[in-house]
């Protein structure tokens, strides 16, 4: 049930495409919850989405813009501004892909230009997004900047192959420019550790159904949904995390810090009956 925590609040959000994206779900919530915001993807990406859609919902303006791209996020900045009548208070980061999960090809046979576009759109695309930020002083005091992670961050998952660097990469610049960003203007950067996920992206990764229901046993709470992220990046986004920032915070269920379930427990010794 919303209960108005966005009340007044302005914010941008990336990397809607479709409804089953974490993306689509938090501008549904942040909406619900009062606030105001821009929506945009890569052109290409708008192209392929239902965004357009998700706009009329959310009566929200969409900006293409390429998150590899300096002079696109800086268009960007300014339009949001212009189009919300005023400085940002959140952003949501969610933006991923990488050539060579999409071409199946090896992680230790990696295609390196492939590797360097995965870290580009992936990774340095949330520094671009803080940079662009801060040169216009798009942000409020207190605002938040929120990117959402994995745990193959931490962990070794083979099928996620180099989106796990770049995941790692990613958490690193949320802590850095966070810091940055903390002293230079009271803005929070953070990062979400979800859940696996069934989205259009998640589900590109090989082997991704047999970790999902993996997880959604080891997990004490089972995997955390797409909606249930939408509404912890609200509450990053409002004034209750003001005093949170540089952190990955998991939003797995418990996942992160089960070491094994009695649940798989089980199952393995039936298996091994």
């Known amino acids: 049930m919303a209960n108005q925590l966005l009340k007044g609040k302005k ?4 990397g809607a495409l479709d409804e089953r994206s974490i993306a689509w779900k938090t501008a549904l919530a942040a ?11 890569a052109p290409i990406a708008l192209r392929m989405g239902k965004i357009n859609e998700l ?9 293409a813009a390429d998150a590899t791209s300096m002079a696109d996020m800086e268009n960007l900045m300014a339009k949001s501004m212009e189009a919300l009548g005023g400085k940002l208070d959140f952003i949501l980061h ?8 999409r071409k199946s090809i090896e ?3 990696t295609n390196y230009d492939n590797f ?21 002083d798009a942000m409020n005091e207190w605002g938040s900047i929120v990117g959402l992670s994995y745990i193959a961050a931490q962990r070794t998952f083979p099928g996620y ?34 859940s696996p996920t069934v989205t259009t992206a998640g589900s590109g990764v090989s082997g991704f159904d047999v970790f999902y229901h993996y997880a959604e046993k080891m997990s004490p709470l089972g995997n955390a949904s797409a909606e249930d992220c939408a509404n912890y990046c609200c509450m990053l986004f409002s004034d209750y995390t003001r005093m949170v920032t540089m952190q990955n915070l998991f939003h797995d269920g418990g996942f992160s810090y089960t070491g094994v379930s009695g649940m798989l427990i089980e199952e393995m010794q039936k298996n091994n009956a």
């Open 11 to 14: 914010g941008i959000i990336f």
């Open 31 to 41: 909406v619900a919850e009062g606030a105001e915001i821009v929506l945009t993807n």
């Open 55 to 63: 706009a009329k919902q959310c009566n929200a303006q969409v900006i």
């Open 94 to 101: 969610s933006i991923g892909m990488s050539p060579n999960v």
């Open 107 to 109: 992680y230790t046979n």
């Open 116 to 136: 360097l576009k995965t870290i580009d759109i992936s990774a340095l695309s949330l520094h671009r997004v803080c940079q662009t930020a801060m040169k216009a």
């Open 161 to 194: 192959n180099d989106m796990a660097d770049a995941k790692a990469m990613l958490e690193s610049i949320a802590r850095s420019f966070g810091y940055q960003y903390g002293f230079a203007k009271k803005v929070r950067v953070n990062t979400i550790s979800q």
